[in-house]
Nanobody, 123 residues
Framework: QVQLVESGGGLVQAGGSLRLSCAASTRTNEYAMGWFRQAPGQEREFVAAINWIGGTTYYADSVKGRFTCSRDNAKNTLYLQMSSLKPEDTSVYYC?????????????????WGQGTQVTVSS
């Protein structure tokens, strides 16, 4: 397993942008990575995922066209650029990792998780 630390969350008005970062404790070039979010009283849901080399990404329909997932393996860091934010994007955002060459989109697929960062979008 790898230790993950998210940052970049905060309060933003609807229509605004935020960039989340997830720093890993080890080299990430052999890891599939992803972003999930969880609102109070709801299950953790998939947001975006990227394969180990960064050439393939996958997004939830609710964020497609607004969020961009990328990675910099030289910095062992995963990113989530969020634009055109909506109040319904308000959640705690988590990054996840697992040693794999695939794109992983379910919570059960990952074995390493960060502690989460709060994103609040005001209307």
């Amino acid at each position: 397993q790898v230790q993950l630390v998210e940052s970049g969350g905060g309060l933003v008005q609807a229509g605004g942008s935020l960039r989340l970062s997830c720093a890993a404790s080890t080299r990430t070039n052999e890891y599939a990575m992803g972003w999930f979010r969880q609102a109070p009283g709801q299950e953790r849901e998939f947001v975006a995922a990227i394969n180990w080399i960064g050439g393939t990404t996958y997004y939830a329909d609710s964020v497609k066209g607004r969020f961009t997932c990328s990675r910099d393996n030289a910095k062992n860091t995963l990113y989530l650029q969020m634009s055109s934010l909506k109040p319904e994007d308000t959640s705690v955002y988590y990054c996840a990792a697992r040693r794999s060459t695939l794109v992983l989109t379910t919570t059960e697929s990952y074995d390493s998780w960060g502690q989460g960062t709060q994103v609040t979008v005001s209307s």
